[in-house]
């Protein structure tokens, strides 16, 4: 059975820097228990062990028990379509110094909405006037407008000729691959 956690959600679970650098440790080096990544990321085992099932909760890592012990692995979650494209992309940034945590948060927080990932969506299959967009999203001037910012601000969406179109994403991967996913959802 495919489970479909919704692409936004995931993404509020990850724009977190503590759980993105658990996240990263578990990338470094797995499987871990929970003392383990907590001492690493220097969290309390019980704030360490909510943000290790959330980052599950999402297909992101996966768990195996031990006889009293949990290990935690950096492995997708076969059952969620996205989680293996979403964790390559996280892989790739977050074990090199190219993309500090906080950019990474930042580009995360572009897609913690659904009427944001709708309107990604939106203008991945093409450019749209904004009066377009209100109409194919039913949401309000002001609300696009507000979404609108935020996703120009993280380089998302850029306007041309009066047109709001996807913005070109060559220089991030973990952006390009949210829109692709954006697009699929």
Same mark, same amino acid.
């Given at each position: 059975?495919?489970?479909?956690?919704?692409?936004?959600?995931?993404?509020?679970?990850?724009?977190?820097?503590?759980?993105?650098?658990?996240?990263?440790?578990?990338?470094?080096?797995?499987?871990?228990?929970?003392?383990?990544?907590?001492?690493?990321?220097?969290?309390?085992?019980?704030?360490?062990?909510?943000?290790?099932?959330?980052?599950?909760?999402?297909?992101?890592?996966?768990?195996?028990?031990?006889?009293?012990?949990?290990?935690?692995?950096?492995?997708?979650?076969?059952?969620?379509?996205?989680?293996?494209?979403?964790?390559?992309?996280? *892989?790739?940034?977050?074990?090199?110094? *190219?993309?500090?945590?906080?950019?990474?948060?930042?580009?995360?927080?572009?897609?913690?909405?659904? *009427?944001?990932?709708?309107?990604?969506?939106?203008?991945?299959?093409?450019?749209?006037?904004?009066?377009?967009?209100?109409?194919?999203?039913?949401?309000?001037?002001?609300?696009?407008?507000?979404?609108?910012?935020?996703?120009?601000?993280?380089?998302?969406?850029?306007?041309?000729?009066?047109?709001?179109?996807?913005?070109?994403?060559?220089?991030?991967?973990?952006?390009?691959?949210?829109? *692709?996913?954006?697009?699929?959802?």
């Amino acid at each position: 059975m495919e489970l479909k956690p919704t692409l936004w959600r995931t993404c509020r679970v990850l724009a977190n820097a503590n759980r993105l650098r658990i996240l990263r440790s578990l990338i470094r080096e797995s499987p871990r228990t929970v003392s383990a990544v907590s001492g690493i990321v220097h969290l309390r085992e019980s704030v360490a062990s909510d943000y290790l099932r959330l980052l599950q909760s999402r297909g992101l890592i996966q768990c195996e028990r031990r006889g009293r012990y949990v290990f935690y692995s950096d492995r997708s979650d076969p059952a969620v379509s996205h989680a293996g494209i979403l964790l390559s992309a996280l *892989r790739n940034v977050l074990s090199s110094k *190219r993309m500090p945590l906080e950019s990474v948060v930042f580009t995360l927080t572009a897609f913690t909405h659904p *009427r944001r990932v709708l309107i990604v969506k939106l203008l991945s299959a093409s450019a749209l006037r904004t009066k377009e967009l209100q109409r194919s999203a039913c949401i309000s001037e002001p609300a696009l407008a507000r979404h609108l910012a935020k996703l120009r601000r993280r380089s998302i969406v850029a306007w041309k000729r009066g047109f709001v179109k996807c913005a070109e994403q060559s220089n991030s991967i973990l952006a390009a691959c949210l829109i *692709r996913l954006a697009k699929e959802s």
